[in-house]
């Protein structure tokens, strides 16, 4: 699925180095379709590595796919390059008052996770598209804190504090085989985690509104839908790169923090050597199956879909 996305935006020229089909606005004008509508709200810290992570995964399937990025316009992000946000990203209360619509939309982590919900400078903005999300787009992936968010907005599921971090790449279990989501995924998966909170699981599990698609006792719920799959709660990284667990790693060592090897990442556990990715195909593959889902179950008329 080619994405379409500025040719200036960093990412275009790393992903056309990995032969991922990306498209210029120019090219897109000239293809008789209706593509998809994808928005990426992204809160992680690694803005540019995020961007290039998610859109390698979104650009693997045979439609073409426009992506809007989203931020924070009351948060000021310290993390991407000197104007990269104002070219790129559109603020959210645009979006929202200018009534545009998705077939879908991704809600990423963010570094904020040991804070109340309230306490983030930005939350009283990230509440109002969790809000609107569940009238303006079809289908909406949360992923880590970002699942965590809307769990609580949505169905006040409270997070709680991990006695330490959930660190590396864990297997998990299937629990619902018959779903869009996991057709073609094996009994069991790899994917990464690195949180220091989680959302209470017995709160999840006791909501009627929500399944648990995905747990296991090492790392408690991945995956949990509401709404038949217009709600995706994803606690873990599949859209992770090689490097990323080893840059998290690295980065907390230099800063004097507790750093705990990331379990299962490394050969032998030895941060020495050189990571095996194990997880890459079941990403590809979960994302495909999110977008084919969008694209089968999506309105033709985004102004159609049911509240």
């Keep these: 699925m080619p994405i ?41 810290p690694t803005t540019l590595d995020t961007e290039i992570q998610l859109l390698r995964l979104l650009g693997n399937t045979p439609l073409q796919v426009n992506i809007t990025f989203l931020r924070m316009g009351s948060h000021e992000s310290r993390n991407a390059p000197p104007g990269h946000l104002e070219r790129f990203y559109l603020d959210s209360d645009y979006i929202i008052e200018s009534g545009r619509r998705f077939d879908g939309l991704i809600i990423t982590g963010a570094p904020v996770e040991t804070l109340p919900f309230e306490e983030v400078d930005y939350w009283d903005e990230l509440a109002a598209v969790l809000d609107y999300s569940r009238t303006s787009v079809w289908s909406t992936l949360h992923i880590c804190w970002g699942a965590q968010a809307g769990l609580y907005r949505h169905y006040e599921i409270p997070k709680k504090e991990l006695p330490a971090k959930l660190f590396g790449v864990f297997p998990h279990r299937v629990n619902e085989r018959n779903t869009t989501l996991f057709r073609g995924f094996d009994d069991e998966f790899l994917a990464p985690q690195s949180r220091h909170t ?14 648990i698609e995905s747990e296991t006792p090492e790392t408690g719920v991945f995956i949990a839908t509401a709404r038949e799959g217009r709600e995706i709660y994803v606690t873990g990284h599949l859209e992770y790169d090689t490097l990323t667990l080893d840059r ?7 800063r ?3 750093a705990a090897i990331p379990r299962g990442y490394y050969p032998g556990d030895n941060p020495r050597l050189t990571p095996v990715v194990r997880w890459r195909a079941h990403a590809h593959l979960f994302f495909s199956n999110w977008l084919n889902y969008v694209y089968q179950e999506t309105p033709y008329n985004l102004e159609s879909i049911p509240v």
């Design 4 to 44: 379409k996305i500025p040719a200036a935006l960093p990412a275009y020229n790393a992903l056309r180095e990995e032969n991922v089909f990306v498209m210029t606005e120019v090219r897109a004008e000239h293809q008789d379709i209706r593509p998809l509508n994808i928005g990426i709200v992204n809160l992680m």
């Design 248 to 254: 998290e790693y690295r980065r907390d060592l230099s």
């Design 256 to 258: 004097g923090l507790p």
């Design 198 to 211: 989680a959302s209470d699981r017995d709160a999840i599990a006791a909501h009627q509104a929500l399944t």
